[in-house]
């Protein structure tokens, strides 16, 4: 590795984790907030906020997609350790191995359908806000693409290491 892609890639990664990092929190303070004036707006002023669903639901995909990237990076997905602890070492890297790809093969697959998926909305808009799906739909190939990423970044390491065994 070249000594310019070691000063680029770190400061790549950062770039990423803050958009994950403000991703997730932007989107769960917006739920929090939107949540919270459409319950006062529905119990108090007894009046409901007709496209607050909307938003919520488009929140709560950003939130989900931005989060499981996060949760690749700081190695909070879970492992079949049970499973796994019965193997000697090489069977356990061998297992690890074979799951790894597995879910490389599956995020890559999810991350091609999710464009299809986001492409696919055309002129389709929301009903009440008239705003076009492809913007809300949009979140699922960004998050994908984050998950590939961390995951792609973190799997020799993944492969190699016995994950601690805190339980």
Known sequence: ?????????????????????????????????????????RYVLKSGIMWSAEVQEVLVVAMAMFGCAKATREGGHTELTALTGLFPRKGRIMIRALTTLASLVFLGTFFVTCIRYATSTGNLRTIMLKIPYSYFYMFLPVGMGLNLYEFLKYAPGRIMKDPPSDY
């Open 1 to 41: 590795m070249k000594e310019s892609d070691r000063k680029i890639f770190p400061a790549f990664d950062r770039v990423v984790k803050g958009i994950e990092d403000l991703g997730v929190g932007i989107s769960f303070g917006c739920i929090v907030v939107l949540v919270f004036v459409t319950v006062f707006f």
